[in-house]
Each structure stands twice: as structure tokens, then as C-alpha cells.
């Protein structure tokens, strides 16, 4: 069966699959090391609270037959030890089939997750996890040659978050078609990393490499994807050199690593290491691939039809399973960057000349003297959100008041998802936060000061919550 298989990729489906697991372990650790301070019984945003209002349809999962936080840690813990697990090649070990069935319950385990994560698993690299996540399901084992159906969809996979990327720069912010957008991302993106600071304060003429760069890479080399090799072969190490540039440059969670990932499926790695024979292919796992690809096919008019639409749409999923998905990154930046500080006092009263001491956060800035720090692919959800925050006020609504009564409960939960707490004794009276505007320093600055940012106080954010003060709104 020679359209079917495809020996000569066998390298690069060992590397990709042992990869994906890499990712799927680090996403269950996250969930588990976070999940009770953002969506357990008595977080931010409860799971409890959101079955109550959500029907199995619309997000599917076990949780909806019991939830309980102990189930969840067992859900998050299983799914690292078997993530780990698949990592050390156990699912190359077992027959076929039981292969299949540890990356479907990989699978089955986040699509949980995510489902009941609400507004702390918005992100599109949650539903690019799972899209690829049930792709790989199909991508066999040791025991059968890669199936070139299975390549080809994660292909279109990569097609997908590339291709729609780009579409939604040109579309959208101007300064993406004038080259100019790169004059200000790298200090206003989310979360910056150690090289931010530098990567800003390269020259602008290199700003505007960037910028193009990023085009030819978004709009132009997708579509090799499906060249001849050795053609899909260099494609795809250009794009893998690209995300590797990001990695270096911010903290986006796992979504650069996973877009490597995703191009492994177009490197022919048989001039490096050969190809392996393999046995007759079982007809029920063809019959399987040729009906997963035809499902990929028919699911794909949506996010086809979103990405010639003049009002695409980002980081959008069709369906309650996350699959064929469309994706973008984006569309706009922002000029300045905000930053919510939190503040606490054990003052009784609170006057002109009360002492506020402020928390720090692990990854957003809050210290001008910080140097921010790297963390992807671990993904800091409440950092994340507090960028948004900082932007919309009303998008932080559902959560931020209670954010701010845990802290004056000096809640631990929520207290390990912060680098400093200023009362490690006993809790603040008062809470409170204000909104800065945040810079990156110039060089001269940075000689003078050691600082990394320069910040100024823009006014208060919301309410100061006092403790006792009742539950509010």
C-alpha cells in the first residue's frame, strides 16, 4: 500500500510523537499545580458553579458526572504519568491498538480539562493541543509504517495556524502592512521573557525585517507544505527556525513548540537516518485513518470558510471537541502596555499615609528591577489574565473582586500562584489595586537605574476590598 504509508517519515514521527507527549505533560502539570485556586470548589471561577449552567453538549467531558477536586488532581496527575510515560516510548511498546487507546485517553483527559477551564483555557493553544492531540492518535506506532493520510492532516493543522496568523496581521492592525507593529510588541506583548528587553531595543530597520519576514513565513510558505521534497522539507525547517525566534523573544505558553511540532510531519528525515521496514498495515487501522481523514475534510469548511471571510475570526473552535479548529495571533497591537499592580496594608484604617505593600506576580512584570523570566511552554494562567485585565477591566470582572478577597483571606492556593506575598503571617485589612503604565527602559536608563522598566501610576482599579467586608458583587 504505497499511497498509505509513508517509512521514509518514520524519524520524524518519533520525535513528533515523543514531542506532543513533552507538551501533554507539561499542560497536566500546569492544570494540576494551578487548578484549585483558578476553577476548583472554592476558586475563582468554580467548576461546580459552571455545570450548574453548562449541558454536557456543549462542553463534553467527565466532569460532568461528578466533579470533585480530588477527581480533578486524579484526572491532571493520570494525565502527566501517562504523558510521561508515552515520552519514554511505552505506546511503542504495546500493540497497535492499545497505542491508539493511550493517546485517545490523553485526549478524552484534556478535552475535560479544557472544557471546565472557562475563561483560564481560552487560548487557542488549548484547542491546537487538542486537535493535535486526536490527530496523533492515528499516527500509529512501531508496529506500522506513518501513515502519509495522518502527515498530510497535520500538515493541514500547520497550514492552519500559519496561514490564518498571517491573514489576521494583514487584516487587521495597519501597522502589520507598514512593517511598524514590531516597534511595539515585544514590550507590549503579554508576557515578555528574559530577551524582550533586547529584542526591543533592536534597531527599526530590523523591526521591519521582522515584520516581512513574518509574512513570507505566514502567507507564502504554508502553502509549500504540500510541495515535493526536499521542497516541504525546507518549508518547514524555515517555520521551525521562525517559532524558535519567538520562543526566544516572549512567553507563549506552548503554542511555539507545538507549531514545531506540527512541522516534523513535513521533514523527511530519510536522508539522515534511512527508512525501516515495516509489516502489512492492519486493514482496520487504514479503515480508521481514511475515515478520521474524511472527517478532518468535512469538519475543515468552517474554519475555511473563516479564513476567506473578510471578518475572520481568531482562535475559534466549531465544535465542543476541539477539532479542526482555526487559529491567529494578533490581529492587533497595542501601543502601551498597562500593568495591574495589587497592593496590601495591615493598617487598620487606611489614610494619605498608609504603607501599602505590593505582591508579585511570577511572570507579568510588577518589579521594574525584574528581569522577566522564562516559563513557556509552562503556561502562568493568571498572569495571562492579568494582561487582559489590564486591558478590559469588564473582561476581569468575573473573577478579580474574589482574586482580591482570597488575598485578603491570605488564601494558599491562590497564594502559590504568586512569587511574593507580603503578609506571609497574618493576612492585609485592605487590598487594592492600581493601574500602571509600564515601558521598557531606555539603555541609558537601564546604566543609571539597573531597572528593566520604568512605570508611572495611571490611577486606582476597582474597589479596595477590606477583610470582613461580605462576599459583594
Known amino acids: 500500500m504505497e499511497w498509505f504509508e509513508a517509512p521514509e517519515y518514520w524519524l520524524s514521527r518519533l520525535v513528533l510523537q515523543r514531542a506532543l507527549a513533552a507538551i501533554y505533560l507539561v499542560a497536566f502539570v500546569s ?5 484549585r485556586a483558578l476553577i476548583g470548589e472554592r476558586g475563582l471561577t ?4 459552571f455545570l450548574r449552567r453548562t449541558p454536557f453538549r456543549a462542553s463534553p467531558g467527565l466532569f460532568h458526572l461528578r466533579y470533585s477536586d480530588r477527581l480533578f488532581a486524579t484526572v491532571a496527575w493520570g494525565g502527566a504519568a501517562l504523558s510521561a510515560a508515552v515520552l519514554l516510548g511505552a505506546a511503542d511498546r504495546v500493540p497497535l491498538f492499545v497505542s491508539m487507546l493511550m493517546w485517545a485517553l490523553l485526549w478524552a483527559l484534556y478535552l475535560s480539562i479544557v472544557n471546565v477551564g472557562q475563561t483560564w483555557y481560552a487560548f487557542g493553544w488549548e484547542s491546537l493541543l487538542l486537535e ?3 490527530l496523533a492518535i492515528f499516527l500509529g506506532n512501531e508496529d506500522v509504517a506513518p501513515p502519509m ?4 492532516l497535520m500538515r493541514w493543522l500547520l497550514f492552519r495556524v500559519e496561514f490564518g496568523a498571517g491573514l489576521i496581521k494583514w487584516r487587521g492592525d495597519p501597522c502589520w502592512r507598514r512593517l511598524t507593529c514590531l516597534y511595539h510588541h515585544h514590550e507590549t506583548q503579554p508576557m515578555p521573557g528574559p530577551l524582550s ?6 534597531p527599526k530597520p530590523l523591526h521591519r525585517v521582522e515584520a516581512a ?3 513570507v513565513t505566514q502567507l507564502g510558505l504554508p502553502f509549500l507544505l504540500f510541495a515535493p521534497q526536499p521542497v516541504a522539507t525546507v518549508a518547514a525547517l524555515i517555520m521551525i527556525v521562525t517559532q524558535l525566534w519567538l520562543v526566544a523573544s516572549g512567553n507563549f505558553s506552548w503554542l511555539n513548540w507545538l507549531t514545531i511540532v506540527l512541522a516534523l510531519s513535513a521533514v523527511d528525515g530519510s536522508p539522515v537516518a534511512g527508512t525501516r521496514e515495516y509489516g502489512q498495515v492492519p486493514p482496520w487501522f487504514v479503515a480508521a485513518v481514511i475515515g478520521v481523514s474524511a472527517l478532518v475534510a468535512v469538519l475543515s469548511w468552517w474554519p475555511v470558510r473563516n479564513l476567506v471571510s473578510s471578518r475572520q475570526e481568531m482562535n475559534r ?3 465542543p471537541l476541539h477539532l479542526v479548529n482555526t487559529y491567529g495571533a494578533f490581529g492587533s497591537v497595542t501601543r502601551l502596555r498597562h500593568e495591574v499592580v495589587i497592593e496590601g496594608t495591615d493598617e487598620e484604617h487606611v489614610t494619605e499615609e498608609t504603607r501599602w505593600r505590593e505582591y508579585e506576580f511570577k511572570g507579568k512584570p510588577g518589579d521594574v528591577r525584574r528581569l522577566p523570566r522564562q516559563y513557556a511552554p509552562y503556561h502562568l494562567r493568571l498572569d495571562w489574565l492579568m494582561w487582559f485585565a489590564a486591558l478590559s477591566p469588564s473582561y476581569a470582572a468575573p473573577w478579580f473582586t474574589r482574586l482580591l478577597r482570597k488575598l485578603v483571606e491570605n488564601d494558599p492556593d491562590t497564594l502559590r ?4 506575598n507580603p503578609f506571609p503571617v497574618d493576612p492585609p485589612r485592605h487590598v487594592r489595586a492600581l493601574l500602571y503604565r509600564y515601558r521598557f527602559t531606555t539603555r541609558r536608563e537601564r546604566r543609571a537605574t539597573g531597572a528593566w522598566w520604568h512605570r508611572e501610576p495611571v490611577g486606582p482599579y476597582g474597589q479596595t476590598v477590606s477583610r470582613g467586608a461580605g462576599e459583594g458583587p
Request: no cysteine; aromatic share 18%; proline share 6%.
Open 31 to 35: 492544570a494540576a499545580l494551578q487548578f
Open 46 to 49: 468554580p467548576v461546580p458553579d
Open 132 to 134: 493535535a492531540g486526536f
Open 149 to 152: 493520510l495522518v502527515l498530510l
Open 197 to 202: 528587553w533586547f529584542f526591543h531595543h533592536l
Open 213 to 215: 519576514a513574518n509574512h
Open 317 to 319: 473552535s466549531f465544535n
Open 417 to 420: 500562584l504568586l512569587r511574593v
